[in-house]
Nanobody, 130 residues
Framework: QAQLVESGGGLVQPGGSLRLSCTVSGFTLDNYAMGWFRRAPGKAREGVVC????????YYMNAVKGRFTFSVDTATNTAYLQMNSLKPEDTGVYYC???????????????????????WGRGTLVTVST
């Protein structure tokens, strides 16, 4: 059974860093599209970064370009989101998600808030505040 578990969230001051982890079981990340998404308080879910080995480089939302970095460790079947220079507007619950046989572009997956992805974690809370 496919399972994704996020960890690494917490409280951090503006300008600080966090690294989120998404541990995957039940399938390997090699052939899956996946991404990180977030839901800020009172707002809709949005795509932060989406990636698929079959369809090119990862797509980052404009608000996080140059600050966030997506990576995958295939040996441990874990995906990461390194977040630097955090801002209060980065606050929210962060989810990782994955899907099979995704032919959509990475920007489509992100801009559609991951609606095409079938497996989701429960999320981890990131709070950026003084």
């Amino acid at each position: 059974q496919a399972q994704l578990v996020e960890s690494g969230g917490g409280l951090v001051q503006p300008g600080g860093s966090l690294r989120l982890s998404c541990t995957v079981s039940g399938f390997t990340l090699d052939n899956y599209a996946m991404g990180w998404f977030r839901r800020a308080p009172g707002k809709a879910r949005e795509g932060v970064v989406c990636a698929n080995r079959q369809t090119g480089s990862p797509y980052y939302m404009n608000a996080v370009k140059g600050r966030f970095t997506f990576s995958v460790d295939t040996a441990t079947n874990t995906a990461y989101l390194q977040m630097n220079s955090l801002k209060p507007e980065d606050t929210g619950v962060y989810y990782c998600a994955a899907g099979r046989n995704i032919s959509s572009t990475n920007n489509f997956v992100c801009n559609s808030a991951g609606n095409v992805l079938e497996f989701w974690g429960r999320g981890t809370l990131v709070t950026v505040s003084t």
